[in-house]
Nanobody, 124 residues
Framework: QVQLVESGGGLVQAGGSLRLSCAAS????????MGWFRQAPGKEREFVAA????????DYADSVKGRFTISRDKAKIMVYLQMNSLKSEDTAVYYC?????????????????WGQGTQVTVSS
């Protein structure tokens, strides 16, 4: 059974940094794409970043390009989201997700597995 467990959220001042972690287990992820999404109150879940487990191809939402970095550690079976220069509009619950293949990596409906989410709050 696939499990994705996020950690690392919290309260940070605008301009600060946080690193989110996602521990993945339950299967081999070699052909999977790992994604980070976020959902603010009253808004739809939106794409943040994605990475292929095998080759490390990445993609980012325009709103986070240059500030956020997604990475994965194959040995530890972990996915990370380094978030720098945080803004108040980054406040949301952040979710780790997994899907087979790369196509549609920005579409949350294409993901098969989800973590429980971790809250990130950026104070201005």
């Amino acid at each position: 059974q696939v499990q994705l467990v996020e950690s690392g959220g919290g309260l940070v001042q605008a301009g600060g940094s946080l690193r989110l972690s996602c521990a993945a287990s339950g299967r081999t992820f070699s052909t999977y794409t790992m994604g980070w999404f976020r959902q603010a109150p009253g808004k739809e879940r939106e794409f943040v970043a994605a990475i292929t487990w095998s080759g490390g191809t990445t993609d980012y939402a325009d709103s986070v390009k240059g500030r956020f970095t997604i990475s994965r550690d194959k040995a530890k079976i972990m996915v990370y989201l380094q978030m720098n220069s945080l803004k108040s509009e980054d406040t949301a619950v952040y979710y780790c997700a997994a899907k087979l293949g790369w196509a549609g990596s920005q579409d949350p409906a294409r993901y098969d597995y989800w973590g429980q989410g971790t809250q990130v709050t950026v104070s201005s």
